[in-house]
């Protein structure tokens, strides 16, 4: 990657880090909950989830998994019967 690249790569990750959303809702409950120290916890997850979503994009995942279409699929069935497993637990909780 060359630097002019670099730099917009760089440019709208910090952007996409420091915009309101979900992540910044999720900071101030931990923080009105846990306080300062819930607060660096989940934003410490939060940055290293960013972070690994970046380096993905950076070494070319996607290029990878457009290559790859068998992988893409059980990427998709994976996170499909992630967010599946997820929703019957919480389900569960409710009653």
């Known amino acids: 990657m060359d630097l002019a690249n670099w730099i917009i ?3 709208i ?3 996409a880090s420091i915009s309101p959303g979900p992540n910044v809702i999720a ?3 931990q923080a009105l909950e846990s306080g ?7 934003i410490l ?3 290293i989830a ?3 979503i970046a380096l993905a994009a950076a070494l070319g995942v996607g290029a990878l998994l457009e ?3 068998s992988v893409f699929n059980v990427m998709k ?3 499909g019967a992630y967010l599946a497993w997820m929703g019957i637990k919480m389900l569960k909780s409710i009653f």
């Open 13 to 15: 990750i910090t952007l």
């Open 45 to 47: 997850g939060n940055l």
């Open 36 to 42: 300062l120290r819930g607060a660096f916890y989940t």
């Open 67 to 69: 290559a790859a279409p």
């Open 9 to 11: 790569f760089s440019s």
């Open 27 to 29: 900071v101030i409950v």
């Open 77 to 79: 069935l994976a996170g």
């Open 50 to 52: 960013l972070f690994s």
